[in-house]
């Protein structure tokens, strides 16, 4: 086995999404740019999307890392939207987009086109956090576009797999497809909830950092497994877990809480930064079967494909939006009257991604009686410029719409005090057990100790009110910027006496990572109390 392209396309997908932080342009897209433009390098390998690798291997870590980094509380507070839209958009992109290509192309079958219209329909839940993140969305349009892009693979994997069934000759019918969603969906949920608390059990009760770090990994693919063995929705049952996992993260150790998190960043940083430049790399494999359709004809199909695509979502999100609050006087006084720029920034986040691509590569080669699948090159093309407008198109001017949509942006000063309040609140109920502790015998301290206690909670108490002051007029920082300065040098300065004592050979190495790492923690802690 050949690792080498693996290992390009690992170090040069995240060599590039480094890059892209210096540039206004998300990362996402200059990935996708960076693959088209590599494809056609002499020397370079044919990057072929496996299914067999991407939705079981790439799709439940990318799931599970942005499942426990939403909040299952306003996932729960905007369910209505987000329902309409991973599964009342879904089936009715999969329909319009079906319909469409049925009428454009000459020769497709309405079922294959279904086909197609089932691939294409989901928004990608990568490329919909991705640039989420980049632009600053509002916390309620970001929750359900990324709530939506959570849930959303299972509808169109299961439409997918009844239209697949009708092209193939298995018999599917309407009764059955119904059947099928509701055993998928009700299937992964139930596991999810099977699986959760188990999974947490022995995540807090794990004493050793590592192993507890090693189950954090294997929970996403256990998951997902799992469900899958028993013909359910492995993506809806890693989203369970993970939103579960994500709300009681605070009951874990504080020493696997850290590891986690950087083992997490890590590994959604190396996946997107590869899944975005496949993409990309994917157009020779495409092009090498569109025989036929090559030229005029095949851009043609492309644009309307995308048109369409994009023109369905509008369709869909604004009744979504205004028809149940004309429908219900409950949701008129419980909700906030939305504009029309919400929506519309809705519509237009529907960036397509991987998934689409993966649905599309496991399509098979032949039906019922040996026969070749109806158009496969087609819907292959199709897809992967579907995926590339969306991405390019959309997400190239997503940022733009958004500024000059003029969304307000959020209040620090509110948010700065909310924490100070919540901190406050928090110090004072430490206090009274601190004096409750203090109170026993059994606890008795220097009281030296026990001050510096008490000022470690009035240190935290007021870091946050300190922030609200004035800038330093002569350098411009920030006083939470002036702390991490100061606390820097100061532990660097540690820092530097320690390595020069171990060189001396006045302590070993084994020390020394040991003070080390209690430098790094006092280090990260006055990080976080400055903001």
Same mark, same amino acid.
């Given at each position: 086995?050949?690792?080498?392209?693996?290992?390009?396309?690992?170090?040069?997908?995240?060599?590039?999404?480094?890059?892209?932080?210096?540039?206004?342009?998300?990362?996402?897209?200059?990935?996708?740019?960076?693959?088209?433009?590599?494809?056609?390098?002499?020397?370079?390998?044919?990057?072929?999307?496996?299914?067999?690798?991407?939705?079981?291997?790439?799709?439940?870590?990318?799931?599970?890392?942005?499942?426990?980094?939403?909040?299952?509380?306003?996932?729960?507070?905007?369910?209505?939207?987000?329902?309409?839209? *991973?599964?009342?958009?879904?089936?009715?992109?999969?329909?319009?987009?079906?319909?469409?290509?049925?009428?454009?192309?000459?020769?497709?079958?309405?079922?294959?086109? =279904?086909?197609?219209?089932?691939?294409?329909?989901?928004?990608?839940?990568?490329?919909?956090?991705?640039?989420?993140?980049?632009?600053?969305?509002? *916390?309620?349009?970001?929750?359900?576009?990324?709530?939506?892009?959570? =849930?959303?693979?299972?509808?169109?994997?299961?439409?997918?797999?009844?239209?697949?069934?009708?092209?193939?000759?298995?018999?599917?019918?309407?009764?059955?497809?119904?059947?099928?969603?509701?055993?998928?969906?009700?299937?992964?949920?139930?596991?999810?909830?099977?699986?959760?608390?188990?999974?947490?059990?022995?995540?807090?009760?794990?004493?050793?950092?590592?192993?507890?770090?090693?189950?954090?990994?294997?929970?996403?693919?256990?998951?997902?497994?799992?469900?899958?063995?028993?013909?359910?929705?492995?993506?809806?049952?890693?989203?369970?877990?993970?939103?579960?996992?994500?709300?009681?993260?605070?009951?874990?150790?504080?020493?696997?809480?850290?590891?986690?998190?950087?083992?997490?960043?890590?590994?959604?940083?190396?996946?997107?930064?590869?899944?975005?430049?496949?993409?990309?790399?994917?157009?020779?494999?495409?092009?090498? !079967?569109?025989?036929?359709?090559?030229?005029?004809?095949?851009?043609?199909?492309?644009?309307?494909?995308?048109?369409?695509?994009?023109?369905?979502?509008?369709?869909?999100?604004?009744?979504?939006?205004?028809?149940?609050?004309?429908?219900?006087?409950?949701?008129?006084?419980?909700?906030?009257? &939305?504009?029309?720029?919400?929506?519309?920034?809705?519509?237009?986040?529907?960036?397509?991604?991987?998934?689409?691509?993966?649905?599309?590569?496991?399509?098979?080669?032949?039906?019922? !009686?040996?026969?070749?699948?109806?158009?496969?090159?087609?819907?292959?093309?199709?897809?992967?410029?579907?995926?590339?407008?969306?991405?390019?198109?959309?997400?190239?001017?997503?940022?733009?719409?958004?500024?000059?949509?003029?969304?307000?942006? &959020?209040?620090?000063?509110?948010?700065?005090?909310?924490?100070?309040?919540?901190?406050?609140?928090?110090?004072?109920?430490?206090?009274?057990?601190?004096?409750?502790?203090?109170?026993?015998?059994?606890?008795?301290?220097?009281?030296?100790?026990?001050?510096?206690?008490?000022?470690?909670?009035?240190?935290?108490?007021?870091?946050?009110?300190?922030?609200?002051?004035?800038?330093?007029?002569?350098?411009?920082?920030?006083?939470?910027?002036?702390?991490?300065?100061?606390?820097?040098?100061?532990?660097?300065?540690?820092?530097?006496?320690?390595?020069?004592?171990?060189?001396?050979?006045?302590?070993?190495?084994?020390?020394?990572?040991?003070?080390?790492?209690?430098?790094?923690?006092?280090?990260?802690?006055?990080?976080?109390?400055?903001?």
């Amino acid at each position: 086995m050949d690792v080498m392209p693996l290992l390009l396309l690992v170090a040069g997908s995240a060599a590039i999404a480094a890059a892209a932080r210096r540039t206004p342009v998300p990362a996402p897209l200059l990935l996708v740019a960076a693959g088209l433009a590599v494809s056609y390098v002499p020397g370079v390998p044919d990057y072929t999307l496996e299914p067999d690798v991407v939705l079981p291997l790439l799709l439940p870590p990318l799931l599970y890392t942005s499942a426990t980094d939403s909040s299952y509380l306003d996932l729960r507070a905007q369910l209505r939207p987000v329902a309409l839209l *991973s599964v009342g958009y879904v089936l009715f992109s999969t329909l319009v987009v079906g319909w469409a290509a049925y009428l454009l192309v000459p020769g497709l079958p309405l079922t294959a086109a =279904l086909v197609l219209g089932a691939v294409v329909a989901p928004p990608d839940a990568v490329a919909a956090t991705a640039v989420a993140r980049r632009v600053g969305l509002p *916390s309620r349009i970001t929750t359900i576009l990324q709530g939506e892009s959570l =849930l959303n693979d299972a509808t169109a994997i299961t439409a997918y797999k009844v239209a697949l069934a009708v092209v193939v000759g298995e018999g599917a019918s309407w009764a059955g497809g119904i059947e099928e969603f509701l055993v998928a969906a009700v299937g992964g949920v139930a596991t999810g909830l099977i699986l959760m608390a188990p999974l947490h059990w022995l995540r807090t009760h794990l004493k050793e950092p590592l192993l507890q770090n090693t189950l954090s990994l294997l929970i996403p693919f256990v998951a997902y497994a799992t469900a899958e063995q028993f013909h359910a929705s492995g993506v809806l049952a890693v989203v369970v877990v993970a939103l579960y996992l994500g709300h009681r993260a605070w009951e874990v150790d504080f020493a696997t809480r850290l590891q986690e998190d950087a083992v997490w960043k890590m590994v959604a940083f190396v996946l997107e930064s590869a899944v975005f430049a496949l993409i990309g790399l994917q157009l020779p494999v495409v092009l090498k !079967g569109l025989g036929a359709y090559e030229g005029v004809d095949a851009a043609w199909y492309a644009l309307a494909v995308f048109l369409v695509v994009v023109a369905a979502r509008f369709l869909w999100v604004y009744p979504a939006t205004f028809l149940p609050r004309i429908v219900s006087a409950r949701i008129r006084a419980r909700e906030e009257n &939305p504009t029309w720029r919400g929506p519309f920034v809705v519509a237009w986040a529907g960036m397509r991604g991987v998934v689409s691509l993966a649905i599309a590569f496991s399509i098979p080669l032949t039906v019922e !009686g040996h026969e070749p699948f109806p158009h496969r090159n087609l819907i292959l093309f199709l897809t992967f410029t579907t995926v590339i407008g969306t991405l390019v198109v959309q997400g190239l001017t997503l940022p733009p719409l958004i500024r000059l949509l003029k969304f307000p942006g &959020p209040d620090a000063q509110a948010a700065t005090l909310a924490e100070a309040n919540a901190q406050a609140q928090a110090s004072r109920v430490a206090e009274e057990r601190l004096d409750a502790l203090l109170a026993d015998e059994r606890n008795a301290l220097p009281p030296p100790l026990a001050d510096r206690l008490r000022q470690v909670l009035e240190r935290r108490r007021n870091a946050v009110w300190e922030r609200l002051g004035q800038a330093n007029p002569v350098t411009g920082e920030t006083v939470d910027d002036t702390y991490r300065r100061l606390s820097r040098e100061m532990i660097g300065e540690e820092r530097a006496m320690f390595v020069r004592l171990r060189d001396a050979r006045h302590i070993d190495d084994e020390m020394l990572r040991t003070l080390l790492r209690r430098l790094d923690l006092e280090e990260a802690a006055a990080y976080r109390e400055a903001g």
